[in-house]
């Protein structure tokens, strides 16, 4: 069973900031959170990953408080090519199933 | 960098034949790849795990038999569904993990576009 949780789906608009939760309420010391990006019909794409505290690259941000409980994916200033399933993944490298439990993801509609 | 080469995109094949299916790391070297299998509006499902120079594991339920992988180098690995029959229609995905040490990002997958096989 996969170790979070996320909306079923979110919708939004364009120019508009997008913020998706991920609950990962039994996440174990060693665990990174990581999300993955899914457009139909193609392989995920590797967005971000985290341990704690505020994660930046030049696509998203990724917001870990401190208890680690949940995260959450910033997307700033959406267009309409951000639509696409984004899924959240706990484990920990080195442990045989990390990353390797997909839960339902969140599925994002950006409208004009 | 980390691209993931997928072979073929789409492939329609009769009932009963055999379909084998390409998945190359570009511009890295990958000591374990993964095979999913993935149904219409749902999430990925792992098939098998794949360790260059050694036998795949498979996951409950999968057969062996069936879903061929080989991994023959640090870049190539291969699934050949046999015999196959409508029901294994499905979209194909494989990934690549680099894994050369326990670092986070080594850690990370990088996957194959997909193959859509369509069985007649």
């Known amino acids: 069973l996969a170790k979070t949780t996320q909306p079923i789906s979110m919708d939004s608009y364009e120019g508009q900031e997008v913020n998706i939760t991920c609950s990962h309420n039994n996440i174990a010391t060693n665990d990174y959170i990581t999300w993955y990006q899914q457009f139909p019909s193609q392989g995920p794409r590797f967005i971000i990953q985290?341990?704690?505290?505020?994660v930046t690259n030049e696509v998203a941000s990724l917001f870990i408080p401190a208890d680690r409980k949940s995260s959450t994916l910033s997307l700033p200033r959406v267009s309409l090519s951000d639509t696409a399933v984004y899924y959240c993944l706990v484990g920990a490298p080195g442990d045989s199933n990390y990353q390797l439990i997909w839960g339902a993801g969140t599925k994002l509609i950006i409208k004009p | 960098g980390a691209v993931v080469s997928q072979h073929p995109s789409w492939v329609i094949c009769k009932s009963g034949t055999s379909v084998k299916i390409e998945c190359r790391s570009l511009d890295f070297q990958a000591t374990t790849m993964f095979w999913y299998r993935q149904f219409p509006k749902q999430s990925l499902m792992l098939m098998a795990t794949?360790?260059?120079?050694?036998?795949?594991?498979?996951e409950q339920g999968v057969e062996k038999d069936k879903f061929l992988i080989n991994h023959a180098s640090l870049t190539l690995s291969t699934l050949t569904v046999t015999s196959a029959h409508p029901e294994d229609s499905s979209f194909y995905i494989c990934?690549?993990?680099?894994?050369?040490?326990?670092?986070?990002?080594?850690?990370?997958?990088?996957f194959g576009a997909g193959t859509r096989l369509s069985v007649l």
């Open positions: 990934s690549a993990r680099p894994g050369l040490g326990l670092a986070e990002e080594w850690n990370i997958q990088y």
């Open positions: 794949s360790n260059e120079g050694s036998k795949a594991t498979y």
């Open positions: 985290g341990y704690k505290t505020k």
